[in-house]
């Protein structure tokens, strides 16, 4: 069974900082492109930025200059670096990974974090 778990979501005031960690565990073979995605209350969800094997990166245009993705291709995790905070950023940030497990590749989704940016 295959685990994709996101950490490091919570309340901060606008202009702050955060930082998301996502890590899968189980019998993870490879881990191909990793993504952030957010959605807000009646919303889609949309994508926040994405990392491929190699550290390519790819960001929404919100995301572009303010948040940061980066990924350890060792421990199979991927982390979002968000500053300069704004209360429309706020939102459940989910973690995806596309991952080589029992012989196939597939997507897999992490639970999700809030995040909140209030004064």
């Known amino acids: 069974q295959v685990q994709v778990v996101e950490s490091g979501g919570g309340l901060v005031q606008p202009g702050g900082s955060l930082r998301l960690s996502c890590a899968a565990s189980g019998s993870v073979v490879a881990a191909g492109a990793m993504g952030w995605y957010r959605q807000a209350p009646g919303k889609q969800r949309e994508l926040v930025a994405s990392i491929s094997r190699l550290g390519v990166t790819n960001y929404a245009d919100f995301a572009a200059g303010r948040f940061a993705i980066s990924r350890d291709n060792a421990k199979n995790s991927v982390h979002l670096q968000m500053n300069s905070l704004k209360p429309e950023d706020t939102a459940v940030y989910y973690c995806?990974?596309?991952?080589?497990?029992?012989?196939?590749?597939?997507?897999?989704w992490g639970q999700g974090t809030q995040v909140t940016v209030s004064s």
């Open positions: 995806n990974q596309n991952l080589f497990y029992r012989g196939s590749w597939s997507d897999h």
